[in-house]
């Protein structure tokens, strides 16, 4: 493949900071990388704590669990989302309430959170799709009327901004993945932010078997291995220091493809609102298109070199998630993922790539859909 989806951009210390850990012996969950590694995380966010885990599905887990949530209680999450959001919820026994997106920006819509909030419901995960800022402002109201924990999931969104500043800054913990194809990396790796004191030690005992912070080998809760270790910090604090180039370099790619993209009038882009999206994977609507004819698209681009994915499908399509009561409760969702493909963005694409790509795209739907 000529084109791949996403591959990761090491430019910086990454190479260096490793072989550091390796020639320290330090290389497993204790070391100086990942202290430093948190503390510049927390610190670009404004934060006062930052969590390191080993990858962003339990950073979610992780801050359920210092929530408190557990079994019968009931989680707001999107419809439209990578299945690890809902997944964290039964992790914790609890119940994923599965909620539709905006049609304009794809991401939980408040409305319909309003309507799904119970006497069980104990917290909201807003997700920022595809590295687009949810509408914050009005999900923590809505929490704050009702007394609910918000936890951001950013997996995709790192550096992205809304009206209520940095994503991740606002909600009581925000969750990041650092999987290959995320914002940065360190291979598998995640993150949990938050100013809370309380939040922050529940999560740092919980991460480590639940081991009391003064006794070693002494457990007052039932806990998790859920650390980083010091040489994926190594590589995650390499990638931190280039995050303003990393998302410069991403806007470049979005500006492209809009402009190349947006002579077609069927393709549809997600609303930003005049926020910052990171573009994380970049991703459009193709209207009216059937799944079919958009595999069809896919395969067709496949046999020219160029990789792309569909949009999730709804988590309410998947076979342990269906359920009679959600028959014909989500338009939104499903539209978007039926309609929704992605196409190669990273580190490296230059703009004559991109023409290439959008250029072959336009020319495939046109010829599949007439
Ligand atoms: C929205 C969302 N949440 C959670 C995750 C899970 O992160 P990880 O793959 O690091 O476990 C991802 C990763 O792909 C994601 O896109």
């Not at 969590?51 to 707001?76: F, K, M, P, R, Y």
């Amino acid at each position: 493949m000529k084109y791949n989806i996403a591959q990761p951009s090491f430019l910086g210390n990454e190479k260096k900071y490793l072989i550091d850990t390796i020639d320290s012996g330090w290389i497993s969950s204790i070391g100086a990388y990942i202290e430093k590694f948190e503390k510049e995380f927390a610190a670009c966010h404004n934060m006062k704590h930052a969590v390191a885990t080993h990858n962003g599905t339990i950073a979610l887990h992780l801050a359920l669990a210092a929530c408190g949530v557990h079994e019968g209680d009931e989680v707001i999450v999107p419809d439209l989302t990578f299945i690890a959001t809902a997944n964290s919820v039964q992790y914790c026994r609890a119940i994923p309430v599965l909620t539709d997106v905006s049609l304009n920006d794809w991401n939980i819509d408040p409305e319909e959170i309003r309507q799904n909030i119970t006497p069980r419901t104990k917290a909201i995960i807003p997700v920022h799709l595809y590295g687009n800022p949810a509408r914050m402002d009005e999900i923590l109201s809505i929490a704050n009327e009702n007394n609910l924990f918000v936890i951001e999931d950013c997996a995709e969104a790192l550096g992205a901004i809304s009206p209520s500043g940095k994503v991740g800054a606002s909600g009581h913990i925000s969750c990041f993945s650092f999987f290959g194809n995320k914002i940065i990396t360190t291979g598998e790796g995640g993150m949990c932010i938050t100013n809370d004191d309380e939040l922050a030690e529940r999560m740092r005992i919980l991460r480590d078997h639940g081991m009391n912070r003064q006794k070693k080998y002494w457990y007052d809760h039932l806990g998790f291995n859920y650390r980083m270790t010091n040489m994926q910090a190594a590589v995650g604090l390499a990638q931190l220091e280039r995050l303003g180039d990393l998302l410069a370099m991403r806007d470049r790619i979005y500006d492209s493809y809009k402009e190349a993209l947006q002579t077609q009038p069927q393709f549809i882009f997600q609303d930003t609102h005049g926020n910052r999206n990171v573009n994380w994977i970049f991703t459009i609507r193709m209207e009216g298109i059937t799944e079919d004819q958009r595999d069809a698209v896919m395969l067709d681009l496949k046999q020219q070199s160029i990789d792309t994915r569909p949009v999730f499908y709804p988590i309410h399509d998947m076979p342990f998630y269906s359920n009679e009561k959600y028959s014909g409760k989500f338009k939104h969702s499903i539209i978007i993922s039926r309609e929704g493909i992605s196409l190669p963005t990273y580190i490296g694409l230059s703009d004559d790539d991109i023409q290439y790509i959008s250029g072959t795209l336009i020319g495939s739907f046109e010829k599949l859909t007439a």
